[in-house]
């Protein structure tokens, strides 16, 4: 561990390198200090001095705490101690349970003595509220807290009768979520990052297979087959595994054939190592800084992917199959948008012939007399009755034909 400017406080990073701070004092247990610690100008953030402080007077407001006795039954301490134990949370992904985890114990800070089977809707908006300046962690509040109210309506007998966490709108509700990118964007990437490199390969396979950061860090050799890639997505994989059967596009071949590759992975370290899923995700992150494209991420491929799909004419049912998706409204979302943007393009076209007519203004024929254009209507039928060029429609006729 590794001192910081502060007292009793150090850094000690997880075996990712994901950062820690920890208040640590002879005597007391340590507390994690969950807040940012560095606003990216060398400055400590006050969110994180107020957590600091607050650790640090509850360690000197009284005696040493001694050994974390058993939860007591009704409380939510209780009541997440139960859900750690049960089969439904042991089935979910390693990273899963330990993103539920950080969100439920820092919950359980204040809530945990309280009693769970009191908590109601209003108790639930109140805690989102109190984590309005973060919105996403606010909103992730209430999705974990209704996983974990869901799962506790279903027990034999029933631990709680109704779901507080149910109706609760979003915080973040008008955000559209990770950036999607644009053809310029994967343009860029592409120019910067060429064939043969590993950055090229991973927006290749992400790009091509519309595959989750999750699949791409452990889709190797051994999931070809004739032409096609076929793997299991890892997510919801014990729960609700999902098979994925897609043929393997030119691009993606051409990337594997110039691209050093690992014997069960695509995708390895410079030493030959599979990377972890939160260790390819940093890379992506690396990878699109040095492309110049801060706002883009691995994510933000899988969505561009769904719109290439939806922009090509795919139906609903054929996205899912490609995607893994479960529910049709998420393919049809993309649909709908793709469907609005040609409406659009084809309406200013449109536009744009009725603004644009290729062709010679009437208005030398409307001063001129009635003697005068009956003797060309004249000469005119009579070209048309000797197969002239007066039976055929002018450009602006045809124009004109349109907007009436």
Known sequence: MI??????????????????????????????IFEKFDDGRGNITEAFMKAYWAALAAMDGGAAPSKKEVPREDTFDWLVDQYYRSNAFKRLEVTTQSDKRSVLARFCMTAGPLPYKKFRQQDVANSQLKRKETPGAADKLVKVLRALFNWAMKQDP?????????????LNAASEGFHTWTPDEIDTY??????????????????????????????????????????????????KPTVIEVPMMPDLVDALRHTKTGDFNYLVTEHGRPFTVNGLGNRMREWCDAAGLPQCSAHGLRKAAAVIFAESGASAPEMCAV??????????????????????????????????????????????????????????????????????????????????
């Not at 850094?11 to 007391?28: A, E, I, L, M, T």
């Not at 029933?158 to 979003?170: D, E, M, Q, V």
């Not at 990052?193 to 452990?218: F, K, Q």
């Open 158 to 170: 029933p631990l709680i009768s109704a779901n507080p966490a149910t109706g609760i709108k979003k």
């Open 323 to 404: 995607f893994g998706w479960s529910k049709l409204e998420t393919a049809e979302t993309y649909i709908r948008n793709a469907q609005k943007r040609k409406m659009a393009s084809n309406a200013f076209a449109r536009l744009a012939d009725y603004r644009n007519p290729k062709s010679v203004s009437f208005s030398r024929a409307e001063n001129e007399s009635e003697t005068n254009r009956g003797e060309k209507h004249g000469k005119s039928m009579a070209k048309n009755k000797n197969g002239g060029p007066g039976g055929t429609r002018t450009p602006n006729q045809a124009v004109m034909s349109r907007r009436l």
């Open 190 to 239: 592409r120019a910067y990052h060429p064939i043969g490199t590993t950055a090229r390969l991973a927006l290749e396979i992400m790009i091509n297979v519309g595959a989750r950061i999750s699949d791409a860090a452990y889709i190797g050799r051994q999931h070809e087959s004739g032409g096609e890639l076929r793997f299991t997505a890892r997510k919801n994989r014990n729960r």
């Open 3 to 32: 001192k910081t400017r502060l007292r009793y406080c150090v850094y000690d990073p997880d075996p990712r390198g994901n950062p820690r701070y920890y208040v640590r004092k002879n005597g007391y247990k340590k507390v994690r």
